[in-house]
């Protein structure tokens, strides 16, 4: 397993009654602390979620001055793994793991989901602007493994999203345990028109961290995996 990267983490001052924690990957081309990543962490442990952000190794590398593009999904699968057991080892038994991210940072949560689940380890995944399709291609989807996914999933997801609309996620076969919540003109940020809309960006963000930590409590203290 690869080692343990370096965690970024925010407390809630009111955390939920279980003390869940969510393991949080970024997306492609923004690191742990980026402005929007942040924000997305700051909003969730507002709504009780503490929150454990992690970089992978591509990205990390860029602070020394090594350009490195993002690797294929699938390559990173190992660095989530020893992500999540950093947290687990820092958070200690007991503590419920959701495991997630924004856009391929998600997608990764998403690809060790189903084994997580089943090792008793997560409890769920949650992520944000999941990116069902490269954009201007939804006849190539990324949803091999979601269809007969048994961990439950919540997927936060903007209208206006080119990575995956409403029109195309409606006709992926996806597994019943993956549910998602659509944000009315967000983009692949949630973020929306306010004069097409009426909606705010912070807003949208608000929602999505209270559907996220309202999961969370749905699911209880234990992982369902068994």
């Known amino acids: 397993m690869p080692d ?3 965690l970024l983490w925010d407390d ?12 949080l990957a970024h997306g492609a081309g923004a690191p742990m602390d980026a402005a929007d990543m942040t924000r997305t962490a700051r909003a969730l442990a507002d709504a009780g979620l503490r929150v454990a952000r992690f970089e992978f190794g591509y990205m990390a590398a860029r602070r020394g001055g ?3 593009p993002p690797p294929r999904a699938e390559t990173l699968v190992g660095e989530y793994r020893a992500a999540v057991a950093a947290v687990g080892a820092s958070t200690g038994a007991g503590t419920p793991l959701l495991i997630g991210g924004r856009s391929m940072g998600g997608r990764v949560a998403t690809l060790v989901l189903d084994e997580l ?7 769920g995944g949650a992520v944000i602007s999941y990116p069902w399709h490269p954009p201007g291609k939804p ?7 979601l269809e007969h ?8 997801q903007g209208t206006r999203d080119p990575f995956g609309s409403p029109e ?18 967000g983009d692949h940020s949630l973020v929306p028109r306010k004069t097409v809309s ?29």
């Open 149 to 156: 996914l048994s961990a439950p999933l919540l997927v936060c």
């Open 4 to 6: 343990a990267p370096d």
């Open 66 to 68: 090594t350009r490195k």
């Open 12 to 23: 809630p001052e009111h955390p939920l009654p279980s003390g869940a924690v969510l393991v």
């Open 198 to 226: 009426g909606h705010t960006a912070a807003e949208h963000l608000a929602r999505a961290a209270a559907l996220i930590a309202a999961f969370a409590t749905s699911l209880g203290a234990e992982p369902g995996g068994g």
């Open 117 to 123: 689940w089943r090792e008793g380890v997560a409890a």
């Open 168 to 185: 195309d996620v409606a006709g992926y076969p996806l597994s019943a345990s993956v549910r998602v919540e659509w944000f009315d003109d």
């Open 139 to 145: 006849e190539q989807p990324r949803i091999a493994h």
